[in-house]
């Protein structure tokens, strides 16, 4: 019993922090304790605390493995811009000395992947302000970006938006490799979501080929309960077929009328594929 008071009163003190603070992390940086991760932003800050204002005690390169130890549930969260994450107690190796301290987990990767002896990362790097016509007040984006790195060797990067804090519930990260896009390697695919109505998906589909990365236009997803959609998605040439110098952006938006009738309109788009760039047919 004296167990289960003791874990209520330490909930209660986390929820009040929390509102307090009236800041919570992003979705996109809840990582697991005791398990391997990444730094993406390059020379990010280990302090002695959970705190900006605290000691720093070293810097760490992008693509630096550490171990998260912990979470800091009980200090506020940070916000930089419109990204949102908690402190990570962590350790890490570097040559023959293990250390430890505290980053912020927004400098931390969201995803990461190897392949041919290369490490892709794909993280959240800053926030900025982009002007929209016919608005007063600037609308914020978050930037993202993708890493090709050997070791600590940056080979090529690309970065690219992605939507706002209410966006950055979840995010994926994968490689595919069924596209046969003419001397296309294979193809990055990184995903932030909101996953919720009227909140964008946001769907960045990067090419390899010969150490660099080539970035194509951002699909976004939408939609709100049945009453509307908008949706975009690539088709690619692959192994059933489809011509392996082009690709085509598929569009399909449905809203309902007020008697619930579902009116829908399809169109879209071809790109031309060369070999190491594309176009619009």
Known sequence: MKTLWTALFLLMIQL??????????????????????????????????????AQMLDSLQSNQQVMILKK???????????????????SYQKGDVTSEGYVWGGNLCIGYRNKNGY????????????????????????????????GNTLIDEVYFDT????????????IES??????????????????????????????????????????????????????EEYVFPNDKGGIPNAFILKIEDMETDDKDREKKKRSSKTYLWNGSSYKLK
């Open 163 to 174: 939507g706002k804090g209410e966006e950055l519930s979840t995010a994926s990260f994968s």
């Open 119 to 150: 490490d892709f990362l794909f993280g959240l790097s800053k926030t900025v302000d982009r002007k929209i016509k016919d608005l007063n007040e600037p609308n914020k984006q978050n930037i993202a970006g993708i890493k090709v790195m050997e």
């Open 16 to 53: 009040f922090v929390a509102q307090e603070n009236g800041v919570y992390a992003d979705g996109v940086f809840n990582f697991t304790e005791n398990k391997n991760h990444k730094i993406f932003t390059d020379w990010t800050r280990v302090r002695k605390e959970p705190d900006v204002n």
């Open 72 to 90: 800091e549930e009980a200090v506020p969260v940070l916000q930089l811009g419109e990204r949102r994450a908690n402190w990570y107690k962590i």
């Open 178 to 231: 069924n596209h046969k896009l003419h001397e296309v390697e294979f193809t990055l695919k990184a995903m932030v979501s909101g996953e919720a109505c009227g909140i964008g998906t946001y769907d960045q589909y990067v090419l390899y080929k010969d150490k660099k990365l080539i970035a194509l236009p951002q699909l976004m997803n939408i939609g709100d309960a049945g009453a509307y959609y908008h949706s």
